[in-house]
């Protein structure tokens, strides 16, 4: 797995063998948690076409509609495979977020 792309505190766009995932932080007044999506053939098309802006509206959608909340009447609802991607989610974004700081040119 590898990160693609960021929106700094807000998303990250990964891949995984030709798979897309996006990873959103969700806040929620004090609350905040991951809720990570593998994008489906028409959300990979729409990305294609729109880019950031639409993985940034796909993720303001995921945030509103709170998709964790046992009330919850999310689309994105039962698509969450956060804890199956956990770990190698983490070391991409570490990954990701060294080769950055190296780039930079910053001390780590």
């Keep these: 797995m590898k990160v693609l792309v960021d929106e700094p505190q807000l ?3 990964l891949e995984e063998d030709g798979s897309l995932f996006l990873d959103v932080g969700c806040n929620h ?3 905040g948690y991951s809720f990570m999506i ?3 053939p028409q959300e990979t098309d729409q990305y294609s076409r729109e880019g950031r802006s639409y993985l940034s509206w796909l993720a303001q959608d995921i ?3 709170a998709p ?3 009330a919850s009447q999310s689309k ?3 698509r969450d495979v956060s804890h199956a991607f956990a770990e190698q989610t983490l070391a991409a974004v570490k990954s990701w977020q060294a080769n950055r700081v190296h780039e ?3 001390a780590p």
Aim: charged share 15%; aromatic share 24%; no cysteine.
């Design 11 to 13: 998303w990250f766009l």
């Design 29 to 31: 007044s004090f609350f």
């Design 38 to 40: 593998q994008l489906s």
């Design 63 to 65: 945030q509103d509609s």
């Design 68 to 70: 964790i909340l046992v």
């Design 76 to 78: 994105y609802r039962g």
């Design 104 to 106: 930079a040119g910053e």
